[in-house]
């Protein structure tokens, strides 16, 4: 079984960027739509923004054009990509760059934008090359228009106004609102801050129109979706599937599995832990997923193998995600440090009496108080870890010894 093709339709994904001149030949120039025309045609394909959030697209486009008079507004496009386990954009960044590209101007051109900002995370060196060489085969007015800004390394670099308070003054930390971006963002200008895949679906979409977006997708969510798929399958790494692809369906594009899953973690650290057997015939699309207590997020899907430790692997996320917050406020700074220690501690048979109750309370106290949703991810994660692999907490408590792996007091983490 193949996966669907649209964002990486075209040349071999052999490591090299599609030049320029064989993007127009395959696909022609962007359309002249008019700003109106544009929006709509998004806000009619029902396009969920790509970066995690899922915020629809037209309506955040409509935002930023609704904007009377004042400065010129400004297009981000988010290359950041800090989850660590998903390679979707620097795949479509190293690959197919120009597509990207299209997709900021035409948000630049239908915004009237006079800047656009390339924000690409400066550990993803291939693609960041990639579009560095793409932006010098563009033409002049293009060049003009477009400016590399490589994102510092950090999961939280990405996150919208952190994006923005890094382009403004290089301090990547997420900053509060009001103001709205779409009023005051990049140099105090209205700001449309886009991820990378949503822009090209934008620049598809501008070519070939919303009915033909909706011709693919099997439920409520429309159009296509880069996945990152990890864990015991023939072939780790990035498909493009038909929003509301069962996860059986996607292992089966993998090449099938190489071991036994217990579990599958859908959306990335911020994302939601399932049982595989709940899982397994389950559509990947956002409604569908959110339906059932789950969240598409950035498009990760990894599956657990029965013979790993659930809790050791959630504990090390909260390690990451603790390690990598802003530090800016109390939910984060206090918060997922006490909970990475304490996930930590039972994960390494050393639980206090009272670890297993503070990280369930816990996960309550932090959600919805943070300067970002920083907080809010890690304690969902953390949160559908403890329902989905509860007797192997309690056995690591209780018992001292893993149920999936085996292992017993006095094993390192």
Same mark, same amino acid.
């Given at each position: 079984?193949?996966?669907?093709?649209?964002?990486?339709?075209?040349?071999?994904?052999?490591?090299?960027?599609?030049?320029?001149?064989?993007?127009?030949?395959?696909?022609?120039?962007?359309?002249?739509?008019?700003?109106?025309?544009?929006?709509?045609?998004?806000?009619?394909?029902? %396009?969920?923004?790509?970066?995690?959030?899922?915020?629809?697209?037209?309506?955040?486009?409509?935002?930023?054009?609704?904007?009377? !008079?004042?400065? $010129?507004?400004?297009?981000? @496009?988010?290359?950041?990509?800090?989850?660590?386990?998903?390679?979707?954009?620097?795949?479509?960044?190293?690959?197919?760059?120009? &597509?990207?590209?299209?997709?900021?101007?035409?948000?630049?051109?239908?915004?009237?934008?006079?800047?656009?900002?390339?924000?690409?995370?400066?550990?993803?060196?291939?693609? +960041?090359?990639?579009?560095?060489?793409?932006?010098?085969?563009?033409?002049?007015?293009?060049?003009? &228009? %477009?400016?590399?800004?490589?994102?510092?390394?950090?999961? +939280? /670099?990405?996150?919208?106004?952190?994006?923005?308070?890094?382009?403004?003054?290089?301090?990547?930390?997420?900053?509060?609102?009001?103001?709205?971006?779409?009023?005051?963002?990049?140099?105090?200008?209205?700001?449309?801050?886009?991820?990378?895949?949503?822009?090209?679906? $934008?620049?598809?979409?501008?070519?070939?129109?919303?009915?033909?977006?909706?011709?693919?997708?099997?439920?409520?969510?429309? !159009?296509?979706? %880069?996945?990152?798929?990890?864990?015991?399958?023939?072939?780790?790494?990035? @498909?493009? *599937?038909?929003?509301?692809?069962?996860?059986?369906?996607?292992?089966?594009?993998?090449?099938?599995?190489?071991?036994?899953?217990?579990?599958?973690?859908?959306?990335?650290?911020?994302?939601?832990?399932?049982?595989?057997? =709940?899982?397994?015939?389950?559509?990947?699309?956002?409604?569908?997923?959110?339906?059932?207590?789950?969240?598409?997020?950035?498009? &990760?899907?990894?599956?657990?193998? /029965?013979?790993?430790?659930?809790?050791?692997?959630?504990?090390?996320?909260?390690?990451?995600?603790?390690?990598?917050? /802003?530090?800016?406020?109390?939910?984060?700074?206090?918060?997922?440090?006490?909970?990475?220690?304490?996930?930590?501690?039972? @994960?390494?048979?050393?639980?206090?009496?009272?670890?297993?109750?503070?990280?369930?309370?816990?996960?309550?106290?932090?959600?919805?108080?943070? =300067?970002?949703?920083?907080?809010?991810?890690?304690?969902?994660?953390?949160?559908?870890?403890?329902?989905?692999?509860?007797?192997?907490?309690?056995?690591?408590?209780?018992?001292?010894?893993?149920?999936?792996?085996?292992?017993? *007091?006095?094993?390192?983490?």
């Amino acid at each position: 079984m193949q996966p669907t093709e649209r964002l990486l339709a075209g040349p071999p994904l052999d490591g090299r960027a599609e030049p320029l001149s064989r993007h127009h030949a395959r696909l022609g120039s962007l359309p002249p739509l008019s700003p109106d025309q544009m929006v709509g045609a998004l806000e009619a394909t029902g %396009l969920l923004g790509r970066g995690g959030a899922g915020f629809p697209v037209g309506r955040k486009w409509r935002a930023i054009l609704e904007q009377q !008079g004042g400065a $010129a507004p400004v297009v981000v @496009a988010n290359g950041a990509e800090g989850e660590p386990e998903s390679a979707k954009d620097r795949v479509l960044m190293t690959h197919r760059p120009h &597509l990207v590209i299209d997709g900021a101007v035409l948000a630049a051109r239908t915004l009237g934008a006079d800047r656009v900002e390339l924000y690409l995370g400066r550990e993803h060196t291939q693609a +960041v090359a990639a579009m560095r060489a793409a932006v010098e085969e563009r033409p002049a007015h293009d060049r003009r &228009l %477009l400016h590399i800004v490589e994102a510092p390394i950090g999961y +939280v /670099a990405g996150e919208s106004t952190a994006v923005v308070h890094y382009v403004n003054s290089k301090d990547a930390r997420p900053t509060t609102t009001p103001p709205r971006m779409s009023e005051r963002g990049v140099r105090n200008r209205p700001t449309l801050v886009q991820n990378v895949e949503s822009l090209a679906q $934008a620049a598809l979409i501008a070519r070939h129109g919303p009915d033909w977006f909706r011709e693919r997708g099997r439920g409520a969510n429309r !159009g296509t979706a %880069l996945v990152t798929i990890a864990g015991p399958v023939r072939h780790e790494g990035v @498909a493009e *599937i038909e929003l509301g692809t069962p996860l059986a369906e996607l292992v089966e594009i993998a090449g099938g599995l190489t071991g036994t899953p217990q579990a599958v973690l859908v959306g990335g650290y911020f994302g939601t832990w399932a049982p595989i057997e =709940a899982a397994w015939s389950l559509p990947l699309e956002p409604a569908s997923l959110q339906a059932a207590g789950l969240t598409f997020g950035c498009g &990760l899907v990894r599956l657990l193998d /029965a013979r790993s430790c659930g809790v050791d692997y959630s504990a090390r996320i909260m390690d990451f995600l603790a390690a990598g917050s /802003a530090l800016q406020c109390g939910p984060c700074k206090f918060g997922l440090a006490d909970l990475a220690g304490a996930s930590g501690r039972v @994960a390494a048979f050393d639980a206090r009496p009272t670890d297993l109750y503070d990280i369930d309370r816990w996960t309550g106290l932090v959600t919805g108080r943070g =300067a970002c949703r920083h907080p809010d991810g890690a304690a969902q994660q953390m949160g559908t870890a403890m329902a989905v692999f509860a007797d192997d907490f309690a056995s690591h408590v209780h018992r001292r010894r893993c149920l999936a792996s085996g292992a017993m *007091i006095g094993a390192r983490r």
